[in-house]
């Protein structure tokens, strides 16, 4: 299994729509989770993070942590054609080490 | 702020050179980075961890006599590919930690050919 598990999509969204990104997770002992967004030939650039159960809300992001349920989404509401990218869930078990999802593609249809 | 400058943003090298990648951090001071790999389509891999003033920790895997890594100084940490050959390839990222969680480098994309 997995450490950080997402749907490689691609989803596609009409313009305005909300955007759901999903991630699962296999350490209960996680302890940070993070949202990072991936242009093509680009690196990572960070969106969010999140530590506690339930919602953080950063302008149109909006990320739920569920720890029972080992699971941390992204909602991006309104979405913008500029929000086209791949959306990379990273998870920190405490420490210094990350494990990366391989990624949800996300196109926004003008 | 929390600034990670990476160079170059690309190379091409001919098959059993050696490249050298740089990652500064320009207005923190980075005690540890780490370096990744990307293969088109796939997921960001750790290569391995970078320590200021000590010996680097490979992931299981990653030849540490090929990816070498130094890491001289609070700002500074490099990675060089030695004998590179085409499956090399790929796009190298740091990243290092700061007060907002782990921020990365622009990337250097390699060709080897």
């Known amino acids: 299994q997995k450490e950080v598990e997402q749907n490689s999509g691609p989803l596609s969204v009409p313009e305005g729509a909300i955007a759901s990104l999903n991630c699962t997770y296999s350490d209960r002992g996680s302890q940070s989770f993070f949202w990072y967004r991936q242009y093509s030939g680009k690196s990572p650039e960070l969106i969010m993070f999140?530590?506690?159960?339930g919602d953080k809300e950063d302008g149109r992001f909006t990320a739920q942590l569920n720890k029972a349920s080992q699971y941390v989404s992204l909602l991006i509401r309104d979405s913008q054609p500029s929000d086209s990218a791949t959306y990379l869930c990273?998870?920190?078990?405490?420490?210094?080490?990350?494990?990366f999802g391989t990624g949800t593609s996300l196109t926004v249809i003008p | 702020g929390a600034v990670v400058s990476q160079h170059p943003s690309w190379v091409i090298c001919k098959s059993g050179t050696s490249v050298k990648i740089e990652c500064r951090s320009l207005d923190f001071q980075a005690t540890t980075m780490f370096w990744y790999r990307q293969f088109p389509k796939q997921s960001l891999m750790l290569m391995a961890t970078s320590n200021e003033g000590s010996k680097a920790t490979y992931e299981q895997g990653v030849e540490k006599d090929k990816f070498l890594i130094n890491h001289a100084s609070l700002t500074l940490s490099t990675l060089t590919v030695t004998s590179a050959h085409p499956e090399d390839s790929s796009f190298y990222i740091c990243?290092?930690?700061?007060?907002?969680?782990?921020?990365f480098g622009s990337g250097t994309r390699l060709t080897v050919v």
């Open positions: 990243s290092a930690r700061t007060t907002r969680g782990y921020t």
């Open positions: 990273a998870v920190n078990r405490g420490g210094n080490q990350f494990y």
């Open positions: 999140i530590y506690s159960n």
